[in-house]
């Protein structure tokens, strides 16, 4: 059985290719709307929505015979992958990480992490657009003089009620779905009068590039959260070498 931690497309495109060959996968994912969007596989033998620590994981491996873990987590999500490197470690399983490529863009600003950026900005005049989901949003809000910030966010009701319980007004909340085009995302820029927008490399998937250039064109200042730096055992950077190496080494259909 393989246990997929999917929090992204090329997750759930991992999770139907494993699948469609005829491997055994269950699937977590950290939010119900994750669950959602894995159920539209029929093949998926099970799915667990939730949060999972190292112990759970280690109880999953046990209960479900878990023999190979793909992690097909978001590129920020770095304690779940900690978690499943140490889970797999304890139980003596074999672990796969998928991690889309990281591009470097000329002109960006880069910080380590969000005080940092927020340090940056202090010393800033202008629109702030945050375009890093929602989990970090009160580092900011809590720093920054509220007025200048807008954040675009997913279109559910506990993330717009997170964002309004933080202090933004619905005129600060763009609730909406991407990837977007770079022509999308200049007309947001240009909208809001943005003059700063804060952002993830979540990867070509993720909308990063055209989020990124789409800015540089219309003179908005790019202040880019680096990744954090995880020491995977085991790396691939696309679809078809995820599925290459997991046909190589695991050979049990279950």
Not at 16 to 32: D, F, K, N, Q, R
Not at 36 to 47: F, Q, S, V, Y
Not at 127 to 145: A, E, P, R, W
Not at 216 to 232: A, F, K, S, W
């Amino acid at each position: 059985m393989i246990l997929v931690l999917s929090g992204t497309s090329d997750g759930r495109k991992i999770i139907e290719l494993l699948a469609s060959t005829g491997y055994s996968v269950i699937v977590s994912t950290a939010t119900e709307y994750g669950r959602m969007l894995a159920e539209l596989d029929k093949n998926i033998t099970e799915i667990i929505s939730s949060r999972l620590e190292k112990p759970d994981m280690e109880k999953i491996i046990i209960e479900k015979d878990i023999q190979y873990i793909v992690d097909a987590t978001h590129p920020y999500a770095d304690k779940v992958s900690k978690n499943a490197i140490a889970a797999s470690k304890s139980m003596g399983i074999q672990y796969l990480r998928f991690e889309r490529e990281e591009h470097i863009y000329d002109g960006a600003h880069y910080f380590p992490d969000y005080s940092s950026a927020v340090l940056y900005l202090k010393e800033t005049q202008g629109n702030v657009l945050l375009t890093i989901g929602s989990n970090n949003l009160h580092i900011f809000t809590s720093s920054l003089d509220i007025d200048r910030l807008y954040a675009r966010v997913l279109p559910t009701y506990a993330v717009v009620k997170k964002c309004e319980e933080l202090g933004l007004l619905p005129r600060q909340i763009i609730a909406v779905q991407g990837p977007f085009t770079k022509e999308l995302n200049k007309a947001i820029y240009k909208n809001y009068n943005i003059k700063h927008m804060v952002t993830k490399d979540s990867g070509d998937a993720g909308g990063t590039k055209e989020k990124i250039e789409g800015a540089m064109e219309t003179g908005v200042n790019v202040i880019l959260i680096q990744r954090p730096n995880i020491d995977y055992p085991n790396i691939c950077n696309s679809i078809e070498e995820v599925i290459d190496s997991i046909k190589k080494n695991y050979k049990n259909y279950n």
